[in-house]
């Protein structure tokens, strides 16, 4: 095996078996070697976090491996963080991204945040279990372009509708992208998002798409 597949691997096994320590080792040594840092997080850390959740359905894992896994994954994105080659283009685009209220799962926003971020636009980050106040207030403050909403759960999800209509009586002018587990394309469109996006990447490309990109 080539090296950098044994650096996909070992971060994978790294962000499994929640070895932050390993993370963080295998990390620098793909930075010292010149793998794409982005890569990194694509091929090695969000498939090791995959695994992590695919078990943690299935009852093998539970909640403390979770967050070992968790903080193996920030640990070594921290790392990685500064080798992402920011776009030269700025765009002007400004997203405003929040974790719906009553939902504390922000791995996946933070991905999303930080591949925004590389793509060079302007991320205002508003966190997780964010009230619907809060989106509205800042999109209206900010003249944000997106508001960005994430929910992984069920039970959260059903506030997103709750920030759309806000937005629309306040008149504030701006797309709304929608992602998250338990979110499609059928439900973005069922509470009137202007686009929903399955992953990171992708939101990338919708946002890019959404202001004429
Ligand atoms: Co919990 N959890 N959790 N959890 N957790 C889920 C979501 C669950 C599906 C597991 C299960 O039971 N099968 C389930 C929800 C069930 C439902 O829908 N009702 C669940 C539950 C029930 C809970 C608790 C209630 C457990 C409890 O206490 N009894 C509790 C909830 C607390 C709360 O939020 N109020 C809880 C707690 C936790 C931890 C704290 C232990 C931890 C979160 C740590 C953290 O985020 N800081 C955790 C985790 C890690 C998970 C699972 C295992 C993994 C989620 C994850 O990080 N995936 C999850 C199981 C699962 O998802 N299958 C589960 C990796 C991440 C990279 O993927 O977040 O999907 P993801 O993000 C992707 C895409 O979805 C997309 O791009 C990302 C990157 O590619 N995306 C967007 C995400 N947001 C986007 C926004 C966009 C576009 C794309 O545009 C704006």
Redesign the pocket.
Same mark, same amino acid.
């Given at each position: 095996m080539e090296e950098k597949e044994k650096i996909f691997e070992t971060l994978k096994s790294a962000v499994v078996s929640g070895d932050h320590e390993l993370a963080i080792k295998t990390a620098k040594r793909a930075i010292e070697i010149g793998i794409d840092a982005y890569v990194c997080i694509m091929e090695g850390l +969000?498939p090791g976090?995959?695994v *992590? +959740?695919d078990k943690?359905?299935k009852r093998e894992v539970f *909640?403390p491996q $979770? %967050?070992r896994s &968790?903080r193996a994954m920030n640990m070594a994105v921290d790392i990685l963080k500064p080798h992402i080659p920011v776009s030269s283009v700025r765009t002007n685009g400004k997203i405003v991204?929040g974790v719906v209220a !009553?939902?504390?799962? /922000? $791995? !996946?926003?933070n %991905? *999303?945040k930080l591949l925004c971020e590389a793509a060079g636009f302007d991320v205002i980050d508003l966190g997780k279990d964010v009230p619907v106040e809060k989106f509205v207030e800042t999109a209206k403050e900010e003249a944000t372009d997106i508001v !960005?909403? +994430?929910a992984?759960?069920?039970?959260s999800m059903i506030g997103m509708p709750d920030i759309i209509k806000s937005l629309k009586e306040q008149n504030v002018n701006c797309k709304v $992208? $929608? !992602?998250?587990?338990?979110v499609s394309q059928s439900y973005a469109d069922s509470i009137g998002a202007d686009g929903y &996006?399955? /992953? &990171?990447a992708k &939101?990338v490309k919708l946002v890019g798409k959404l202001l004429g990109g």
């Open positions: +969000s976090m995959q *992590v +959740s943690y359905e *909640v $979770i %967050l &968790a991204l !009553g939902d504390i799962h /922000d $791995i !996946g926003k %991905l *999303v !960005g909403m +994430s992984l759960m069920t039970t $992208i $929608i !992602g998250g587990g338990p &996006a399955a /992953d &990171a &939101a």
